[in-house]
């Protein structure tokens, strides 16, 4: 009797909670419907739709003329300036690429020289070993 009564209860008890809940979720709000309103409201009042522009190019990449003696004396020290940078930087890559180039045949030759060394230390091992059977 008593379990059936503490049941009774806790059921009673999680409908009184459920009852008091609040429905409304945080979801609601952030809709489609509610979230473009706003933007539907202001753009009610716009009846021309978007247009392709024809003259714009995505391949021009020209550079405008100067329009004073001034801007164009400017621009021709900031081609001048480009270039030497241009330049430098075309020089300091080979030099690194001779230095790369130099230091690869260096370790080569080491890497060479350490094999030789071993091979003749391995076969002067195994002449020894060879001569000490003999030797027996």
């Given amino acids: 009797m008593k379990f059936?009564?503490?049941i009774t209860a806790i059921s009673s008890l999680a409908?009184?909670?459920?009852?008091?809940g609040d429905t409304d979720d945080a979801s609601v709000e952030a809709e489609a419907d509610t979230v473009e309103m706003p933007a539907d409201v202001a753009l009610e009042t716009v009846e021309?739709?978007?247009?392709?522009?024809?003259d714009a190019d995505a391949s021009n990449t020209s550079v405008a003329p100067a329009t004073t003696a001034n801007e164009a004396v400017v621009t021709e020290r900031q081609i001048d300036r480009a270039e030497a940078?241009?330049?430098?930087?075309?020089?300091?890559a080979a030099r690194?690429?001779?230095?790369?180039?130099a230091a690869a045949r260096d370790t080569t030759d080491r890497v060479r020289?350490?094999?030789?060394d071993n091979a003749q230390d391995?076969?002067?091992?195994?002449?020894?070993?060879?001569?000490?059977?003999?030797?027996?």
């Fill in 4 to 6: 059936a009564l503490k």
């Fill in 113 to 116: 020289e350490e094999a030789r």
């Fill in 85 to 92: 940078a241009g330049t430098q930087a075309q020089d300091v």
């Fill in 15 to 20: 409908l009184v909670l459920a009852a008091c």
């Fill in 96 to 101: 690194a690429q001779a230095a790369a180039a």
């Fill in 48 to 54: 021309e739709e978007p247009v392709e522009d024809l």
């Fill in 122 to 136: 391995m076969q002067s091992a195994v002449n020894g070993s060879q001569a000490e059977r003999v030797n027996r």
